[in-house]
């Protein structure tokens, strides 16, 4: 059974770090591309940043360029996303996605066939 398992949120200073984990199960790390994405009450899932199958490409919104880092280690099947220099703007729940057919991921939450249960980040002025 596919499961995805966030861990790593809570509540932090403008300026501060946190580490995002997400723990794969299932057999799914391996060939799916990997993505992270957040969500605001009453708002849409939007994109934040993803990692190709291989982990060889990276893609990030531009809202988190140059702050936030993916990163996926097969042998832990986890994909983390180092932040930080975090804002206000970055509270938000995030969610962990796999997509199994589009090896270097993208940027629309519907095409993603896992999610995880998500994780509070939220950050204070």
């Known amino acids: 059974q596919v499961q995805l398992v966030e861990s790593g949120g809570g509540l932090v200073e403008a300026g501060g770090s946190l580490t995002l984990t997400c723990l794969t199960s299932?057999?799914?790390?391996?060939?799916?591309?990997m993505a992270w994405f957040r969500q605001d009450p009453g708002q849409k899932r939007a994109f934040v940043s993803a990692i190709s199958w291989n982990g060889e490409h990276t893609y990030y919104a531009d809202s988190v360029k140059g702050r936030f880092t993916i990163s996926r280690d097969f042998a832990k099947n986890t994909v983390d996303l180092q932040m930080n220099s975090l804002k206000p703007e970055d509270t938000a729940v995030y969610y962990c996605?796999?997509?199994?057919?589009?090896?270097?991921?993208?940027?629309?939450?519907?095409?993603?066939?896992?999610w995880g249960q998500g994780t509070q980040v939220t950050v204070s002025s």
């Open positions: 996605g796999a997509h199994r057919s589009a090896r270097y991921g993208s940027r629309w939450p519907d095409e993603y066939d896992y």
């Open positions: 299932g057999g799914i790390l391996r060939d799916y591309a």
